[in-house]
């Protein structure tokens, strides 16, 4: 069965930046497509990125390009989301979730989803 389980979420103020992480199991971690979702209260969940098996392919949405880095490490099975320059509106559950291609950005692509971290970025 597959786990996907994020952490690192938590209060930060405008401006800080935090780590999030997602560890898996119960799947071959490097052969599958990753990504970062986020669900906004009041807002339909969102891309934020996605990085190809090899980690050489990212990808991003525009409100988080040039502060957020996506990156992996495939021998710790790990998934990570390196945010700065935190805004109010990054506010969010932040999920990752797997997949198979690199490049579509619609939730229906990504087969296997964690239970989501929360980032509160205060006004």
């Known amino acids: 069965q597959v786990h996907l389980v994020e952490s690192g979420g938590g209060l930060v103020q405008a401006g800080g930046s935090l780590r999030l992480s997602c560890t898996a199991s119960g799947l071959t971690f490097r052969v599958y497509v990753m990504g970062w979702f986020r669900h906004a209260p009041g807002k339909e969940r969102e891309f934020v990125a996605s990085i190809s098996t090899s980690g050489t392919r990212t990808d991003y949405a525009d409100s988080v390009k040039g502060r957020f880095t996506i990156s992996r490490d495939n021998a710790k099975n790990t998934l990570y989301l390196q945010m700065s320059s935190l805004k109010p509106e990054d506010t969010a559950v932040y999920y990752c979730?797997?997949?198979?291609?690199?490049?579509?950005?619609?939730?229906?692509?990504?087969?296997?989803w964690g239970q989501g971290t929360q980032v509160t970025v205060p006004s």
């Open positions: 979730a797997a997949g198979v291609v690199f490049g579509p950005k619609r939730e229906g692509d990504f087969g296997s």
